[in-house]
């Protein structure tokens, strides 16, 4: 009897000594989650940080002018995105429009993103941006207008429109080593004439439509931004009339992607453009509606971005 009594003692402490090991394990593991888990809420806090920041970067309010009208749509597929627009007013009372797409996604492309912006920007308005000057190769202005009756660019729009190139050059040149690019499409509109001229990087095509028209595509003139240095990019120059609506996207429009696994398409937008809008805003509402119920529960698989401008009609 002893024996027995004293081999169930010792049954006893092994299996109290398993169940304090688990014990222990399982608070080790527990405690783990719980490090993990405040981990990844700082991370969540620091990118909806960045998100709030991102979005800051972006106009708060459209520029409006007399006789124009403009609206825009934005949504990551993330909480920090690669694709931006801008619309901003330049010296002499030109406005400056921005469509760009950064490629990848997510915090690397925010960075960049926030730095393309920014170079558009200072390199459309200001004279030197770290010692590069706002020079351009002659092969710039090649491209001539399509209109027999303005032969030459207005000369403060060709200065604005440097900024693509100078830009292709800071980021080739200091930042090559990341690989990193943006498709973009930079307009330098005078509002009063209605006079376009604009340089399409390696971007989408931005549609000119009127009454249900596509009137233009106004497709790429040169490659992506910042993929080597000293790319041409050539000008081009259109004429928006009374009632002309321009349309600018990224491809996170034509690539979304249906629960089914089908593709948007350029030619489903096209589709849908040629209905006929009565405001700028009613284009970008009718657009982002039709992509969402396509898109449904599928997972965003791209950061959407549209922008509109429109010479209202008298």
Not at 19 to 40: D, G, M, P, T, W
């Amino acid at each position: 009897l002893g024996e027995v009594i004293g081999a169930f003692r010792q049954m006893y402490r092994r299996i109290s000594d398993a169940i304090n090991e688990r014990k222990k394990a399982e608070e080790a593991l527990l405690e783990s989650f719980q490090q993990v888990e405040a981990y990844s809420q700082v991370l969540n806090n620091e990118l909806e940080n960045g998100r709030r920041m991102q979005l800051n970067f972006l106009p708060n309010q459209l520029l409006q002018m007399p006789g124009w009208e403009t609206a825009a749509f934005f949504k990551p597929a993330r909480q920090v995105a690669g694709d931006f627009y801008d619309i901003f007013q330049l010296p002499g009372g030109s406005i400056g429009f921005v469509v760009a797409d950064v490629c990848d996604k997510g915090v690397g492309a925010a960075l960049f993103m926030a730095l393309f912006r920014s170079l558009m920007r200072v390199f459309s308005g200001q004279t030197s941006l770290d010692g590069l000057p706002l020079t351009c190769s002659q092969s710039f202005l090649d491209e001539p207008t399509r209109f027999a009756d303005n032969p030459s660019l207005d000369q403060s729009h060709i200065s604005a429109l440097k900024a693509v190139k100078l830009t292709n050059n800071y980021i080739a040149l200091n930042h090559g080593d990341l690989a990193m690019f943006a498709t973009l499409f930079f307009g330098v509109l005078n509002p009063s004439t209605g006079s376009l001229a604009y340089v399409n990087a390696g971007h989408e095509p931005l549609y000119v439509i009127n009454d249900g028209k596509i009137k233009d595509r106004l497709k790429p003139t040169g490659p992506a931004v910042g993929l080597m240095p000293d790319i041409t990019y050539n000008v081009q120059q259109i004429q928006l009339e009374p009632g002309d609506l321009l349309v600018g996207y990224t491809d996170g429009v034509t690539e979304a992607r249906s629960p089914k696994d089908e593709i948007y398409t350029r030619d489903r937008l096209q589709s849908l453009l040629t209905q006929p809008f009565k405001s700028a805003s009613e284009t970008i509402e009718c657009v982002k509606t039709n992509l969402f119920a396509f898109i449904d529960i599928a997972a965003s698989g791209d950061d959407v971005t549209m922008l509109a401008v429109q010479r209202i009609s008298a």
